[in-house]
Nanobody
Framework: VQLQASGGGQVQAGGSLTLSCVSS????????IAWFRQAPGKEREFVTA????????TYADSVKERFSISRDNAKNTVYLQMNDLKPEDTATYYC???????????????????WGQGTQVTVSS
């Protein structure tokens, strides 16, 4: 499977961006899709994930109330709406899919097999 992340850019603090992750794989609707981010010199960290059934979502504490994940299974796409962006949100954002369908919402990068190429988000103060 291939994942293609897009939508990054440069915004001022308080601004918004929407990232997209398009999957080329089959049975998209049966897989968890997650977003991770990695800032320069830091470890890749979990941001959010969306499950294969309605309402199955989870967020890192640092982005709760500001970020929103959703999916459109007809378009094989997951979206990450990011509002009230802060300079500390600056990072390369990656979408990822686990090895198997119908899993729980993993939060560790080692539980994900397929990764998109990343899209850069830069938030200036």
């Amino acid at each position: 499977v291939q994942l293609q992340a897009s939508g990054g850019g440069q915004v001022q603090a308080g601004g918004s961006l929407t990232l997209s992750c398009v999957s080329s794989g089959h049975a998209f609707n049966t897989y968890v899709i997650a977003w991770f981010r990695q800032a320069p010199g830091k470890e890749r960290e979990f941001v959010t994930a969306i499950g294969w059934f309605a309402g199955n979502l989870t967020y890192a504490d640092s982005v709760k109330e500001r970020f929103s994940i959703s999916r459109d299974n007809a378009k094989n796409t997951v979206y990450l709406q990011m509002n009230d962006l802060k300079p500390e949100d600056t990072a390369t954002y990656y979408c990822a899919r686990p090895r198997a369908p119908y899993t729980i919402l993993f939060k560790k990068r080692e539980d994900y097999l397929s990764w998109g190429q990343g899209t850069q988000v830069t938030v200036s103060s």
